[in-house]
Each structure stands twice: as C-alpha cells, then as structure tokens.
T-cell receptor
Framework: DQQVKQNSPSLSVQEGRISILNCDYT??????FLWYKKYPAEGPTFLIS?????DKNEDGRFTVFLNKSAKHLSLHIVPSQPGDSAVYFC?????????????FGKGTLLTVNP | EAGVAQSPRYKIIEKRQSVAFWCNPI?????LYWYQQILGQGPKLLIQ????????DSQLPKDRFSAERLKGVDSTLKIQPAKLEDSAVYLC??????????????FGPGTRLTVL
C-alpha cells in the first residue's frame, strides 16, 4: 500500500514556464513533507519542506503548497530552468513518532526544454 | 564540509553470493540511515541508527541483510546470500541528530548492486 503517491512519472515543460509537480498521501499521521531532487548517479538532495501547520512555503523559485483536507501537496518551480531537469521525490513523515522515518513517493522525472 | 561517502559505487555479483557496502556519514552526524531504491521506486528505509543503536529495522529482511555501526560513525550493510530481487541502489544518509523530524537527511551517491 503506497502511502505517498506521485501519479505522474514524467513532466516536460519549456524553459521559463512554470513546473507543477503533484503528490498525494493517505496516512493521516503525516504532518511533515519534503521534496528531494535527484540527478543521475547522485543521491537525492533536499530541496524544500513544509509543516502541516502551514499551507505554503517558499524558497526562491521553489514553492510548496499543502492542502491537508485533500491530503495533497504540490511543488511549483517558477521560472523553470534546464538545470532543474531531474527526478523529484515527495516524502512524508510524522513528528509524533520516535524515528521520523521518511516515506517516499516513486518520483517524477522533470525535463525542462531550452 | 565533506558529504556522505559510500563505496563501492557499483557492484555486480551472482545470486547466492555475499556483498557488503560501506558508508561514512557527515562528520558529527549522530543518525545514519540505509535505504534501498529499486528501479522506478522511491527510496525505502531499511535501517536507522542513532549513534551505534538501532532505532528502526522493521523493513530490513533480517534473514539475509545485516547492518552494523560499531563505533557510532561509519557503517556497513551486508547481504548474504543475495537474491535477484536485491538488485537496487543502496543509499546511505545521515542527519545531525535524528531527534527532530525536521532534521535534514543528507544522502550519499549510492551503491548500484546488480545480482545476476
């Protein structure tokens, strides 16, 4: 049973346009959400996070939106750049546990075309 | 600041053979994680150490996988014997304390294992 779902395996956008990556979760205990970015042959790198007490968090070109009632979050990249081409993983955890385990989605491959 | 180091980067073995992976976390990081990432999937936590104690190994197939972090610094993950379905990238990550859910996990480059 997948608790974190990224239903779009891939997304292609033009340079300068907005990229929107989506993520859904099923576990009501999740209250902390993260996005990781992964280039080929490298490990995932942390991009941005959001706590369930917020509905938006912004860091430069990257904004994460959280809709708790829909159990949905999205990552917006504006403007998209060719260097943003990578696999993006959504991850979730619960702050109420004792080990703060991350549960990852399957990832979305973003391709930004020049 | 040096990142998480892993070796080897690639390993090819026959089924039923044994293999070991090594991880050196970021200096001063108390918590170390081993993840398995099968092609087309997200990383799945196998085991989490806080210093040299195991916090969570609920998803580690203990009949064939073992891991240790004897001095609370570097760690080894072993598979014995390997099966075809163990083909995956094995990622090591570390975080500064693990005592807060907001601690960022920093990942190493991974070891790509192919079992033939």
């Amino acid at each position: 049973d997948q608790q974190v779902k990224q239903n779009s395996p891939s997304l292609s956008v033009q340079e300068g346009r907005i990229s929107i990556l989506n993520c859904d979760y099923t576990n009501s205990m999740f209250d902390y959400f993260l996005w990781y970015k992964k280039y080929p042959a490298e490990g995932p790198t942390f991009l941005i996070s959001i706590s369930s007490i917020k509905d938006k968090n912004e860091d430069g070109r990257f904004t994460v939106f959280l809709n708790k009632s829909a159990k949905h979050l999205s990552l917006h990249i504006v403007p998209s750049q060719p260097g943003d081409s990578a696999v993006y993983f959504c991850a979730a955890s619960s702050t109420r546990g004792s080990n703060y385990k991350l549960t990852f989605g399957k990832g979305t491959l973003l391709t930004v075309n020049p | 600041e040096a990142g998480v180091a892993q070796s080897p980067r690639y390993k090819i073995i026959e089924k039923r053979q044994s293999v070991a992976f090594w991880c050196n976390p970021i200096s001063g990081h108390a918590t170390l994680y081993w993840y398995q990432q099968i092609l087309g999937q997200g990383p799945k936590l196998l085991i989490q150490f806080q210093n040299n104690g195991v916090v969570d190994d609920s998803q580690l197939p203990k009949d064939r996988f073992s891991a240790e972090r004897l001095k609370g610094v570097d760690s080894t993950l072993k598979i014995q014997p390997a099966k075809l379905e163990d083909s995956a990238v094995y990622l090591c990550a570390s975080s500064i304390t693990g005592g807060r859910s907001t601690d960022t996990q920093y990942f190493g480059p991974g070891t790509r294992l192919t079992v033939l």
